[in-house]
């Protein structure tokens, strides 16, 4: 245990992290290994996963102007002190905004937060009714509660870590589990374009790369034609063209 703890909060990157403390904040220690290409435009840290690709999708329909970073997760990036200064938890994404509140440079980790971030910041993709609000907000912490863990999980016992466990119990639990979180979907968008009616939100940004993910890992076990509701919401949501073009993320 000792060793992993160690691997991951080696001194040296520990010493980084509370230097970037100490620095002004118009100059974020993420800036010397992901400098930004425009000083006052959003700075977003990412890659092209399910979760990466959401804050993405959601700059591009907000049409905000923002530098993409690739932080590739496959090659340790997120373990750095210069990533882990802005998400300490080592996840993607993450965003500064260097011209947040009051004209002041704010940093954002959590997908789900930077969701409402932008939306506040805009006015775009969440509704302004009180209770319609909350409903969306709902919406958004299923997906980042129940959707994005379970379906992560299936995917990591299906696909990525399939030959590493003998016990069919992970396999079942994940199964069932995101056959049962696509019904609870399914009931929801019965009925409804997107997840709140008539108009795209923030949630449907936040759950459809899951679903979209999901449906090609779980070719030949998990069938999206069970789940006709869902499936034409999927359709509706990557046909949008901020859609297409947020997630590539680091592609442009
Ligand atoms: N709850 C977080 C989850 C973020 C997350 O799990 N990100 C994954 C990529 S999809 C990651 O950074 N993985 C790197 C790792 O686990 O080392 C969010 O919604 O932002």
Redesign the pocket.
Known sequence: MKDVLSAIFQPANIDQAIASIERPMSKPLIYERWPPLHADWIQLYS?N????I?VAVALEEMKLDYDPHLVN?REGD??TAEFRSVSPN????AIIDPQGPGGQLITI????A?LIYLAEKTGKLLPTDPIERNECIQWLFFQ?GHI?PMF?QYEHFFVHAADKCSDPYPKERYGTEAIRLLGVLEGRLAGRDFIMGGDYTIADIAICPWVRSLRKQAEGHIDLADFPAVDAWLARCTGRPAFETGRIVDGR
């Open positions: 890659i996963s399910p979760n990466g959401k997760i997120q373990h080592a996840k993607i994404p980790m959590e997908s789900g930077i980042v994005g992560g």
